[in-house]
């Protein structure tokens, strides 16, 4: 598995943007304005806070201003490499093929037009995971409903099943998110040959580099040979295709990078959902199977009403299960976006979700071995709670930690916020505690939520 830092981010930038026509007559779509900022700004101020570093950007219109402006990267500590579509411009697809020669072993590939706010070290580790079983690819997708286009993905469970954006169906109900990692190989002329057209008679053509195509041929191609993972993410994607999507980033830009608001940080093992009975341990324990997570009813209003009050709302919990072999990581992963997908459903939508999977030490288990390490993220070091300040204005001094562990509060202090402990502070929590003592102490979330002023 690769982190981020080691992985090359390829970015499509080459459109024309001609439903933005009054904003591109002169200028490109990643450096439309918004709010004082080129667009492009926002995404590659969120991919620089998951630690990418290495860019390659496929330029096409008005490709010299993103040069210019972009230069190589490094006034940001990053590099930035370009490819020209050239005259023609050579749809998606055409664009990466053509940037064979630049392209890593393992490339992620997104687009200059949205800003998409996922955990990028989950997809990655879906990506490199899905690997080892056979998969060539990964997408991200999300459960849609054709609420912001068409849906076009049936999901299995956790698998994607069919991917075609060209035949949809009533049981599509997943949309391509507009993230995707691939290996270099399916660009090789070879691989491409039995899906992509060469025009006939067109003998300029050197392979495959020219060819104008669209890279969900690859897609559908990859989901019919059940050779493409998928990372189900929960939070909606912003792009600009339209005057109208502009306007409505433009006040998403506002609210979150212009105005600060509070946040109310979760835990959540115990404070939002029931913790089990481990029988290889013979102890209480996180949940290490999916069929083993069941939120507390009440956890959703709960979040509804600290949004309502005008708070972010994130989980910050420790998961060390993988790093102790009882479990995979893609397990707590998959339990993460289930608890959000049904949070979602109930009109909860969690803001994002900090988990740390780090252990200090090997276990007699561990399998799973970059897991384990001494890290800033383990409550009760604050890492989890500050790990959105520099991509949320957030208002530390009016936000809280909710949780049922001397960890949390422990945490929650250090970070600089108001604690909220769910449960009763017997002598064991008052001796791990010593001197230091929560703002509030509660029953459960449901009083958590109402204790919280409007922000």
């Not at 946040?263 to 029988?279: H, K, M, P, S, T």
């Not at 299960?321 to 109930?346: M, V, W």
């Amino acid at each position: 598995m690769k982190e981020p830092k080691d992985m090359q981010v390829v970015v499509l930038m080459g459109g024309l943007g001609t439903r933005l026509k009054e904003y591109t007559k002169e200028c490109p779509k990643p450096l439309v304005e918004v709010l004082g900022k080129p667009f492009f700004d926002y995404s590659l101020k969120l991919l620089m806070h998951h630690g990418f570093k290495k860019f390659l950007f496929l330029i096409g219109y008005r490709a010299e201003m993103i040069e210019e402006y972009y230069g190589d990267g490094s006034s940001l500590g990053i590099s930035i490499t370009y490819c020209y579509d050239g005259k023609e411009l050579l749809g998606t697809g055409g664009a990466v093929r053509r940037a064979y020669d630049l392209l890593e072993d393992d490339f992620l590939l997104m687009y200059g037009d949205s800003f998409m706010d996922i955990d990028y070290e989950e997809t990655l580790y879906r990506y490199f995971e899905g690997k080892s079983r056979g998969m060539r690819a990964l997408m991200t997708v999300l459960k849609n409903g054709n609420r912001f286009d068409k849906s076009n993905v049936i999901m299995d469970g956790t698998e994607i099943k069919l991917y075609d954006k060209m035949n949809m169906t009533p049981q599509m109900n997943y949309i391509d998110y507009g993230v995707c990692v691939y290996e270099k190989s399916l660009f090789e002329d070879e691989y491409l040959k039995d899906i992509v057209d060469i025009p006939k008679g067109d003998t300029s053509k050197d392979g495959m580099a020219d060819v104008k195509f669209d890279i969900a041929l690859i897609q559908n191609r990859l989901s019919i040979d059940k050779q493409i993972a998928a990372h189900i993410v929960t939070k909606r994607f912003y792009e600009i295709g339209s005057p109208a999507a502009l306007n409505e980033f433009r006040e998403y830009v506002k609210h979150r990078f212009n105005e600060a608001h509070p946040a109310v940080f979760l835990d959540r093992d115990g404070v939002l959902n029931e913790i089990v009975y481990n029988e290889d341990a013979e102890q209480m324990d996180s949940p290490q199977k999916v069929e083993q997570f069941k939120a507390f009813p009440e956890a959703a209003a709960a979040i509804k009403k600290m949004k309502d009050k005008g708070y972010y709302v994130f989980l910050a919990t420790n998961q060390p299960g993988a790093a102790k072999g009882k479990c995979k990581l893609k397990t707590l992963y998959d339990i993460n976006t289930l608890f959000c997908e049904r949070l979602s459903e109930q009109g909860a939508d969690i803001d994002g979700v900090y988990m740390c999977a780090h252990y200090p030490s090997m276990c007699e288990n561990t399998k799973e071995e970059f897991l384990i390490k001494k890290c800033d993220c383990r409550k009760p070091k604050p890492g989890l709670l500050l790990k959105p300040k520099d991509i949320y204005n957030i208002d530390y001094d009016n936000s809280y930690m909710v949780g049922d562990s001397f960890t949390d509060i422990v945490a929650g202090q250090a970070a600089g916020v108001k604690t909220i402990f769910i449960g009763d502070l017997k002598c064991d929590a008052c001796k791990k505690l010593c001197d230091i003592e929560p703002t509030h102490i509660v029953r459960n979330v449901t009083e958590a939520a109402e204790i919280i002023p409007e922000a």
